[in-house]
């Protein structure tokens, strides 16, 4: 009998220990939304030139009463699109930062591209980018002769 008490109180302790853990690992994380506003999240490029380096700026305000944001990282989804953001820097509530994301196609044609902004807090926004991929025709035009 003592070694059936023994085995049932060292399977408590392991199962209780088990239910402990994965309530510590279920944080529950917030919506992006109720914290943060986004401006050109869903960004028309209109017509740029293939080969030249163009940019927009993505807004996000902190609209939360009491919480801090950080950007932890900004992933791109090609060599095309590159990200420029301060790491770390807070933004408080009521406080409006950016990041830019550049791109540069190398082909002509439609386009739609994705960047996702990590924040610290584990929150992702997916930020979505298109346009088309033109020929530069004053670039290419030769002089006219007089």
Not at 28 to 39: C, G, K, N, P
């Amino acid at each position: 009998m003592t070694r059936s008490v023994i085995l049932f109180a060292f399977y408590f302790l392991i199962t209780s220990g088990l239910i402990q853990a994965q309530a510590d690992s279920t944080k529950t994380i917030v919506d992006i939304h109720q914290l943060a506003t986004f401006t050109n999240a869903d960004y028309n490029m209109g017509p740029t030139p293939v080969g030249k380096s163009t940019s927009f700026n993505v807004y996000i305000k902190n609209i939360s009463t009491a919480d801090t944001l950080w950007i932890a990282d900004v992933k791109v989804g090609c060599g095309c699109t590159t990200p420029k953001y301060r790491v770390n820097e807070p933004i408080v509530p009521g406080q409006t930062s950016f990041v830019t994301l550049g791109f540069t196609g190398s082909a002509r044609g439609e386009f739609v591209k994705y960047a996702d902004i990590v924040f610290k807090t584990g929150q992702t926004k997916q930020i979505k980018f298109f346009g088309q991929a033109v020929t530069d025709t004053l670039s290419t035009t030769p002089a006219i002769k007089q």
